[in-house]
């Protein structure tokens, strides 16, 4: 159950990054993990934004997409960026929530971007 999950993840951070890719972004970072919390996907964005990227996947009508994604969760993200940009030349930065949708029969996803959020995408 447990490679399940993590391999259903995976595959909605794969397309949350398509779509930002397509949009002209460039990858940064993935899966950046802290004590204090960690990242799925660091975007530069076309603006030239950093992005830093929540992805929630989900399959068939499962509860908990962007619902999942409260005050604590952010919190926790928006350390976890801290320490990544400690000495890098400043940006602009936002935070952005994803939620996948996939098909139970894991071929087609609906995705749903929450830009710029800043106490979770409810």
Not at 36 to 56: N, P, W
Not at 86 to 108: A, K, N, S, W
Request: proline share 2%.
């Amino acid at each position: 159950m447990k490679m399940r999950r993590q391999r259903i993840g995976a595959m909605g951070e794969d397309i949350a990054l398509q779509h930002y890719v397509m949009e002209g972004a460039l990858l940064l970072d993935r899966n950046v993990s802290y004590p204090c919390g960690e990242i799925d996907l660091i975007i530069e964005d076309c603006s030239g934004a950093t992005v830093f990227v929540e992805v929630k996947t989900r399959v068939g009508e499962e509860f908990g997409g962007a619902e999942s994604v409260g005050r604590g969760k952010m919190t926790r993200m928006r350390k976890a960026a801290m320490e990544w940009v400690e000495g890098r030349p400043y940006c602009p930065l936002r935070f952005d929530v994803v939620v996948v949708i996939l098909d139970r029969e894991l071929e087609t996803a609906d995705i749903t971007v929450y830009e710029g959020v800043e106490h979770g995408a409810r």
